[in-house]
């Protein structure tokens, strides 16, 4: 259960479900934004996560592809560098699909993580959403 905010996050149970003690992370849409949910042992990677982040790209399977037993959705923050950060989820780890109407959709994008038991936003830049034949995507996005 997400507390809506707009694109903020009111509250949220996330963080004690037994996705998050298992280390899952987990994507929301609401108000334009998409908002990747990540569990207390991934927040102290975040510094390193956002580190030159200059957007968000993100890839998901045509709705009608997306499934359990694969990758069908990608966030990848990108830095410029060759490697960068990146996340793939099965279609249980997001709440909605934008459907391929959402092909090349301007959005925002931030990584939500708890400190002192509340929601606590780290980041949030743009993003833009696309319609991808495979994950992980390794075109450039056009």
Not at 9 to 20: H, L, R, V
């Amino acid at each position: 259960m997400i507390g809506n905010a707009g694109k903020e996050i009111a509250q949220s149970n996330y963080w004690d479900t037994e996705m998050a003690q298992a280390g899952l992370a987990y994507l929301s849409f609401n108000a334009g934004c998409a908002r990747l949910l990540i569990p207390d042992a991934t927040c102290r990677e975040v510094p390193e996560m956002i580190k030159g982040a200059r957007h968000v790209v993100i890839s998901m399977l045509p709705i009608e592809q997306a499934r359990e037993d694969c990758y069908c959705v990608e966030f990848m923050i990108e830095d410029g560098s060759s490697y960068p950060w990146c996340w793939h989820a099965s279609r249980s780890s997001f709440d909605r699909h934008p459907g391929s109407s959402g092909h090349g959709a301007e959005l925002l994008a931030a990584v939500w993580g708890r400190k002192n038991g509340k929601p606590h936003k780290f980041f949030e830049v743009k993003a833009k959403l696309r319609i991808a034949n495979a994950i992980p995507c390794m075109q450039p996005f056009e």
